[in-house]
Nanobody, 122 residues
Framework: QVQLVESGGGLVQAGGSLRLDCTVS????????MGWYRQTPGKQREMVAL???????NYADSVKGRFTITRGDAKNTVILQMNSLKPEDTAVYYC????????????????WGQGTQVTVSS
């Protein structure tokens, strides 16, 4: 089993920055790909950023150039640095983990965190 715990959400003004951390515990050796998704009420959960076992990132077009996904110094953390935030970035952000290095849709992921709220005011 693997547990994911997100932290770092909050309220920020447009143009500001936030950092989200995901701490992974349990049987982490089986995990290859980590990612961040977000969801707003009435909409499907959408991919924000993915990081595979070779540390190659993949970003949604809407966040390219503004968000960065990295592994923390401790191998069991994944960080999403969000800069130049916009009101449309407001959502609940979820950390996700997959045994597959090729996961890209929600059903490919084996584990999810509880989510953390990010609110960007205009």
């Amino acid at each position: 089993q693997v547990q994911l715990v997100e932290s770092g959400g909050g309220l920020v003004q447009a143009g500001g920055s936030l950092r989200l951390d995901c701490t992974v515990s349990g049987d982490i050796l089986k995990i290859n790909l980590m990612g961040w998704y977000r969801q707003t009420p009435g909409k499907q959960r959408e991919m924000v950023a993915l990081l595979n076992s070779r540390r190659i990132p993949n970003y949604a077009d809407s966040v390219k150039g503004r968000f960065t996904i990295t592994r923390g110094d401790a191998k069991n953390t994944v960080i999403l640095q969000m800069n130049s935030l916009k009101p449309e970035d407001t959502a609940v952000y979820y950390c996700a983990a997959s045994y597959s290095d090729y996961a890209h849709i929600t059903m490919d992921f084996n584990y999810w965190g509880q989510g953390t709220q990010v609110t960007v005011s205009s």
